[in-house]
Structure formats: C-alpha cells, structure tokens
C-alpha cells in the first residue's frame, strides 16, 4: 500500500510540476501575445493615418484636376474666340485691299 501511495504521491508531484510549467509557459505565451497585439494595433493605426494622409492628397489633386480643366476650358473657348476674331479680321483686310485696288 505503501509503495502505491508513493507512486500516487510522485505521479501528483509530477503533475504539479507540469502543471507549474504549464502556467509559465501560459503565461509566456500571453505575455508575447500581448505585445504582438500592440505592435499590430501601432501598425494599424500608422496605416490608417497613412490612408487618411493619402485621401486627403487624393482630394486635393482631384480638386487642382477639376481647376486645371476648368482652366483649360477656358483656355480652349479663348483661342476659338481668338480664332474666329482672327478670321473675321482677315476678311475685313481682304475687303479692304480689295476696295484699295479698285480706287
């Protein structure tokens, strides 16, 4: 009876001791899991200032786009009026010339 004893003895012993283990080894492992979520949570919030930067310069060259179009519109109706200005003043010399040769 004795030695059973014993041996029950050495076998919770042994348990312990693996439980003991066990619990640092938890420990441990929360402890590295612990800094892994910080470090991602630091990377997920540099990322989401990084996209926040990136959509604001996003908006602001869609905004200088929008200027730049407007101002080339602009550009584009200016040279047609030149244009036509242009052409309508040709006329007026041609006329004009030709009215001089007749006198």
């Known amino acids: ?3 059973a004893f014993k041996e029950n003895e050495n076998v919770a ?3 312990m001791d693996e439980a003991h283990q066990l619990q640092i080894e938890k ?3 929360e402890e590295m899991l612990n800094e892994v979520q ?3 949570q630091k990377e997920l919030s540099d990322l ?3 996209k926040k930067d990136k959509e604001n310069e996003v908006e602001k060259l869609q905004s200088e786009i929008e200027r730049l179009k407007s101002r080339c519109n602009d550009m584009k109706q200016f040279l047609k009026e030149n244009e036509l200005e242009k052409q309508n003043l040709k ?3 041609l ?3 030709s009215d001089l ?3």
Do not use: G, P, Q, Y
Request: charge should be positive; charged fraction near 40%.
């Open 1 to 3: 009876m004795t030695s």
């Open 13 to 15: 012993v042994k348990a």
């Open 27 to 29: 420990r441990h492992l």
């Open 38 to 40: 910080e470090e991602l």
């Open 48 to 50: 989401r200032n990084v």
């Open 91 to 93: 006329k007026k010399v």
């Open 95 to 97: 006329l004009l010339n």
């Open 101 to 103: 040769k007749k006198k």
